[in-house]
């Protein structure tokens, strides 16, 4: 628990001083709902119904990013043959680095949804507690097999290139399902329908967060 | 296996597959009954779901060689797995072709996001993101271990995409439907070319298992020389 602990706090300290992805993730979230604002624009009268699915685009797009880059940066000056060494299992590297990559795709998307609604002209209060839920149990099924495929695309000759490629077949579920539980919230107010999506979202992270933990020391490079 | 009986085993297989194939259009376009009211655009059926079955065991039969391949850690799981999964690509891409040449006459659109074919582009774009991945990766271990766990978590994300998906309006036609499902004067058919696509899938599997294995020969034998040199 400590291990996974330092691993964090370290991802977290160098993130802090040098607010790399973090910039890059936060505006290339914004500049997405921007962008889908232009091409939705013969929608514009029903722009609400949009909104879930604009809304997970761009967390997925900018949480490609910090993934992307999480790894990319311990390639430099052989930082992972350092974070190999460590007397631990590598399994700890898995849930330190998914851990980090949560919790900074989490800031972000705390950002770009107060940019939503204003764009969107939105308003929500009683919905936070529900999206704030939607956008946890998302982001870490998003994460737990995210941060295995950044390993494996990191290690290949097209490096970040790929990871998008892989990624984005795979974490199909979550997608579907963080759209279609935020659009209940959003658009239906039926709170009894969110059971099912929360449910496969749950299934989703468990199965591939075991399944990452356990293969992770395979893909990473000795 | 000796060399000569492979390909011994190789001919007969080729032989029979052959003629089954002669047999299943025979069957397909001549002794099975014209539909009543798609005509003879049903018969495309007889090739797209043995082609959706075929493809999904050859996915499969990927699954079970990545998993062996992640315990055992032994190169002929790897040659396996690899081979599965480009014949499974292939017969998922047979399924995405035929699939809209029936629907636009029968539903009057190309594509529906229905959960069937939802399903059959999202599993034929997981396995190609696994090829990907092979392609570029260099050395041959990393490349059979990363891809194994590739393969065990596309085959394990595909009871999750169909979870997510299966209440989605679905008008794709079904065997299993309480409306009857297959005529029975259509199940001779149906069944030969189903049966003919288990033997085509296992035949190519066999060459490209084959392939593969000779490339790992001459990938040593040039290794070999590289270091002697």
């Known amino acids: 628990m400590n291990k996974i602990w330092a691993i964090f ?9 040098t607010k790399d992805s973090f910039n890059a993730m936060l505006f290339f979230g914004i500049v997405v709902l921007v962008i889908f604002n232009f091409a939705m624009e013969s929608l514009r009268s029903s722009i609400h119904s949009a909104v879930p699915g604009v809304l997970w685009v761009a967390f997925a797009f900018s949480g490609t990013l910090g993934l992307n880059r999480m790894f990319a940066a311990e390639k430099e000056n052989g930082c992972l043959q350092g974070l190999l060494m460590i007397p631990a299992d590598r399994g700890v590297i898995y849930l330190g680095k998914t851990l980090a990559a949560t919790v900074f795709m989490l800031i972000v998307e705390f950002i770009v949804f107060v940019f939503s609604l204003v764009f969107f002209n939105l308003t929500v209060w009683a ?12 982001t870490l099924g998003f994460t737990a097999v995210g941060t295995l495929l950044s390993a494996i695309a990191v290690n290949t000759r097209m490096r970040e290139v790929l990871l998008p490629l892989i990624l984005f077949p795979v974490i199909l579920p979550v997608l579907v399902n963080a759209v279609e539980a935020t659009n209940i919230v959003l658009n239906t107010a039926d709170y009894h329908a969110l059971k099912l999506p929360l449910t496969v979202m749950t299934v989703f992270t468990i199965v ?15 | 296996m000796s060399e000569s009986s492979r390909s011994r085993m190789d001919a007969v297989l080729g032989v029979v597959l052959l003629l089954g194939m002669m047999l299943a259009l025979y069957m397909a376009f001549i002794e099975a009954p014209r539909e009543q009211t798609m ?12 082609a959706g079955i075929t493809g999904i065991t050859a996915f499969a039969i990927n699954f079970v060689a990545s998993l062996m391949f992640v315990i055992r850690k032994n190169r002929w799981w790897d040659n396996l797995a690899l081979s599965a999964a480009e014949i499974g690509v292939m017969f998922l891409v047979m399924v995405l072709v035929t699939g809209p040449i029936w629907a636009k006459p029968a539903w ?14 999202v599993l034929c774009l997981l396995y190609v993101s696994y090829l ?4 570029y990766i260099e050395d041959p271990e990393r490349k059979a271990m990363v891809s194994a766990v590739f393969g065990i978590i596309a085959f394990m994300d595909a009871p999750l995409v ?31 070319c189903m049966a003919v696509f288990q033997v085509l899938m296992i035949y190519l599997l066999r060459r490209r298992f084959y392939l593969e294995s000779l490339s790992n020969e001459l ?5 070999e020389a590289g270091t002697a040199r």
């Open chain 2, 219 to 223: 990938e040593l034998i040039e290794r």
């Open chain 2, 108 to 121: 009057f659109v190309w594509w529906t996001w229905s959960p069937r074919l939802t399903l059959s582009l």
């Open chain 1, 9 to 17: 706090r370290k991802d977290l300290l160098i993130e802090l001083r």
């Open chain 1, 127 to 138: 919905e936070i507690p529900y999206l704030a839920l939607i956008f946890f149990i998302g």
């Open chain 2, 162 to 192: 169909w979870f997510s998906i299966r209440w989605w309006r679905d008008i794709h036609p079904s065997l299993t439907s309480e409306s009857g499902g297959l005529a029975p004067e259509m199940r001779p058919a149906f069944f030969t």
């Open chain 1, 208 to 222: 591939f967060g075991t399944i990452s933990y356990l293969l992770f020391e395979h893909v990473l490079e000795d």
């Open chain 2, 39 to 50: 005509g003879d655009l049903q018969r495309i059926f007889y090739f797209h779901v043995p």
């Open chain 2, 132 to 135: 990907l991945i092979r392609k």
